[in-house]
């Protein structure tokens, strides 16, 4: 069963550094992997997806790398700013008849002060 | 996404209640979701549909009921509602090949079952 693990599970930085959030994945048969932002009262938002045939992504600031035979992904987040402050998850996606599905990985809150 | 809505956005109901939590789309997607989030656990799938007859069970299905009224609607029910349903749930809708989809998410419902 794929499990998906994010790590750390909290984290808070001053404005202006540059951060690594980690994904890590116990299955290595993915199809792709999702980065989403996720703000309180709202939904969630997807900012990048690596395929399995990719190493990274690039998305202004964010940059999500992918190693899939060791599990792992990171989201680097270049001079970070308060309005960064959000939950960020990853999701792995695995094919199923017709459809997409995704695990979720169980989260890293972000908060950036000033 | 303003073009998913879900209502409520937060409901308390006691043990044994039946509840609807109801989602919208405007956004004319055939696929349509409905994952719950609980602390520490990520998000997880509780039903899918592809279309308005296409129904199909989540990982985490029991206690739980849907019905696609339409292409635009998608709703979850509590049978009879237990406290560790409590929980955020997130309908979302699916556009794209198998593989290439990108899902968007409404805002959420905020369920708590004393």
């Known amino acids: 069963k794929q499990e998906v693990t994010q790590i750390p599970a909290a984290l808070s930085v001053p404005e202006g550094e540059n951060l690594v959030l980690n994904c890590s994945f116990t299955?290595?048969?993915?199809?792709?992997l999702q980065w989403f932002r996720q703000d309180p009262g709202k939904g969630l938002t997807s900012l990048l997806l690596?395929?399995?045939?990719?190493r990274e992504q690039t998305s202004g600031r964010l940059n999500a790398s992918l190693d899939k035979s060791s599990g792992r992904s990171t989201l680097y987040i270049a001079a970070s700013q308060p309005g960064d402050s959000a939950t960020y998850l990853c999701?792995?996606?695995?094919?199923?008849?017709?459809?997409?599905?995704?695990?979720f990985g169980t989260g890293t809150r972000l908060q950036v002060f000033p | 996404d303003a073009d998913v809505t879900q209502t409520p956005r937060n409901r308390i109901t006691k043990t044994g209640k039946r509840i609807m939590l109801e989602c919208s789309q405007t956004?004319?997607?055939?696929?349509m979701y409905w994952y719950r989030q609980d602390p520490g656990l990520g998000l997880r799938l509780i039903y899918y549909s592809f279309d308005v007859k296409d129904i199909n069970k989540g990982e985490i299905s029991d206690g739980y009921s849907v019905s696609r009224q339409a292409q635009a609607k998608f709703s979850l029910s509590l049978e009879s509602a237990i406290p560790n349903q409590t929980a955020l749930y997130f309908c979302?809708?699916?556009?794209?090949?198998?593989?290439?989809?990108?899902?968007?998410f409404g805002p959420g419902t905020r369920l708590l079952v004393l």
């Open positions: 979302a809708t699916g556009q794209g090949r198998v593989g290439q989809e990108t899902q968007y």
């Open positions: 999701a792995v996606r695995r094919l199923s008849y017709n459809t997409d599905k995704l695990i």
């Open positions: 956004k004319g997607h055939d696929r």
């Open positions: 299955d290595s048969a993915i199809y792709n």
């Open positions: 690596i395929q399995s045939s990719q």
